[in-house]
């Protein structure tokens, strides 16, 4: 069988939060967050990048300590103002020992325009050049309140890039585009309203799904999987300020996140919640394994399990939400095992027919 790819949780999920410790941005020790992540044996390596230079010794020890390679990282970047963030992120990174950094590059340039498409090409290249030095890979995201919220902009960026002769390489974090499946307003932010063909695109569950299109041309390195439902509830716990283009008020955050089990009353800012509301995650998930099984040179080397301490996140809630992520990285894991056995069991059973073939009369 096809060995699977490797998993991480994400390090802004290292959280075991509950009714007495609400998920917060206090963060847990990086030893002992290592240390917790090393116990449950479900994880390959860790997935932050340090912020210092006093962080990075912590990681390094913590790394050797548990047996963790901390191999990825992301970080958010405003183009005209964050190019030395960028290289010395990748210097960083490079020290820890990480293999893949993930870029987000905001909506909007630093002189206030929204950046084009060819500025978000540019800039990729920049940056991929500087991190082949040092044998990084790095991608670019699907991502709320930067320059891929239209979704439709991916793979126009992607043209610009290949055609200078560069594999255009893709974090896919599709929970950014279930949350909104379903919610009118959420449409509008992406640019979509009125596009009935790219706001069925969002659903995984058709064939020619975003996810299917990004899948199918093999640039997806990087899987990050959140929890998340169709027009996912408001986080009525964490207040930020929207929407994207800075008009400056506070909302509640966006739903880009839900329990993957249903919590415990007073755990979360609802009491509607739906198992089936985890569908599209789940076909999501299923999708990404069985084009990594069925295509012999795919590009996914990574999976990241993106439940996270932000206000359109998790912030405020009550349940437990790093055993939430675990939750998803045994379902990630018996699901790969399952489809794995059923390639194989297809590939046997060509053979063997193949075989009694060539001596058929």
Same mark, same amino acid.
């Given at each position: 069988?096809?060995?699977?790819?490797?998993?991480?949780?994400?390090?802004?999920?290292?959280?075991?939060?509950?009714?007495?410790?609400?998920?917060?941005?206090?963060?847990?020790?990086?030893?002992?967050?290592?240390?917790?992540?090393?116990?449950?044996?479900?994880?390959?390596?860790?997935?932050?990048?340090?912020?210092?230079?006093?962080?990075?010794?912590?990681?390094?020890?913590?790394?050797?300590?548990?047996?963790?390679?901390?191999?990825?990282?992301?970080?958010?970047?405003?183009?005209?103002?964050?190019?030395?963030?960028?290289?010395?992120?990748?210097?960083?990174?490079?020290?820890?020992?990480?293999?893949?950094?993930?870029?987000?590059?905001?909506?909007?340039?630093? @002189?206030?325009?929204?950046?084009?498409?060819?500025?978000?090409?540019?800039?990729?290249?920049?940056?991929? @050049?500087?991190?082949?030095?040092?044998?990084?890979?790095?991608?670019?995201?699907?991502?709320?309140?930067?320059?891929?919220?239209?979704?439709?902009?991916?793979?126009?960026?992607?043209?610009?890039?290949?055609?200078?002769?560069?594999?255009?390489?893709?974090?896919?974090?599709?929970?950014?585009?279930?949350?909104?499946?379903?919610?009118?307003?959420?449409?509008?932010?992406?640019?979509?309203?009125?596009?009935?063909?790219?706001?069925?695109?969002?659903?995984?569950?058709?064939?020619?799904?975003?996810?299917?299109?990004?899948?199918?041309?093999?640039?997806?390195?990087?899987?990050?999987?959140?929890?998340?439902?169709?027009?996912?509830?408001?986080?009525?716990?964490?207040?930020?300020?929207?929407?994207?283009?800075?008009?400056?008020?506070?909302?509640?955050?966006?739903?880009?996140?839900?329990?993957?089990?249903?919590?415990?009353?007073?755990?979360?800012?609802?009491?509607?919640?739906?198992?089936?509301?985890?569908?599209?995650?789940?076909?999501?998930?299923?999708?990404?394994?069985?084009?990594?099984?069925?295509?012999?040179?795919?590009?996914?080397?990574?999976?990241?399990?993106?439940?996270?301490?932000?206000?359109?996140?998790?912030?405020?809630?009550?349940?437990?939400?790093?055993? @939430?992520?675990?939750?998803?990285?045994?379902?990630?894991?018996?699901?790969?095992?399952?489809?794995?056995?059923?390639?194989?069991?297809?590939?046997?059973?060509?053979?063997?027919?193949?075989?009694?073939?060539?001596?058929?009369?």
């Amino acid at each position: 069988m096809k060995k699977m790819f490797l998993m991480a949780c994400a390090g802004r999920g290292v959280i075991p939060s509950s009714m007495a410790a609400p998920v917060s941005d206090t963060e847990l020790p990086i030893s002992e967050q290592l240390r917790i992540l090393s116990e449950t044996g479900l994880w390959d390596f860790v997935d932050r990048i340090p912020v210092d230079d006093k962080q990075l010794d912590e990681y390094l020890a913590a790394s050797e300590k548990y047996g963790l390679p901390i191999l990825s990282g992301s970080w958010t970047y405003v183009l005209g103002q964050d190019e030395h963030v960028m290289a010395s992120n990748l210097e960083r990174a490079y020290r820890v020992g990480s293999k893949y950094h993930n870029l987000m590059i905001w909506s909007k340039h630093a @002189d206030g325009h929204y950046v084009t498409d060819q500025e978000v090409a540019d800039s990729y290249l920049r940056v991929y @050049d500087q991190a082949k030095k040092y044998g990084i890979k790095v991608s670019y995201e699907g991502h709320v309140d930067m320059w891929s919220e239209d979704f439709r902009r991916v793979n126009k960026v992607a043209e610009i890039v290949r055609k200078r002769g560069i594999p255009f390489h893709f974090c896919m974090d599709y929970s950014h585009c279930i949350f909104k499946i379903g919610n009118e307003e959420e449409h509008a932010v992406s640019q979509m309203r009125g596009d009935a063909e790219a706001i069925r695109r969002l659903d995984p569950f058709n064939p020619d799904s975003f996810a299917d299109d990004w899948l199918n041309q093999n640039m997806v390195t990087w899987a990050q999987v959140r929890p998340a439902a169709p027009n996912g509830p408001r986080n009525w716990w964490a207040f930020e300020t929207g929407p994207w283009d800075g008009l400056g008020y506070d909302r509640p955050g966006r739903g880009i996140q839900y329990p993957f089990s249903k919590p415990n009353p007073g755990e979360w800012h609802t009491e509607a919640w739906h198992a089936h509301a985890l569908a599209c995650t789940r076909e999501l998930v299923k999708k990404v394994i069985d084009h990594y099984l069925s295509v012999s040179d795919s590009s996914m080397e990574i999976m990241t399990i993106d439940n996270i301490n932000l206000p359109s996140y998790g912030t405020g809630w009550r349940y437990n939400m790093f055993a @939430d992520s675990c939750l998803v990285g045994k379902f990630v894991r018996e699901l790969y095992a399952e489809r794995a056995a059923v390639f194989e069991a297809k590939r046997k059973a060509h053979s063997e027919k193949a075989f009694v073939d060539q001596y058929r009369p």
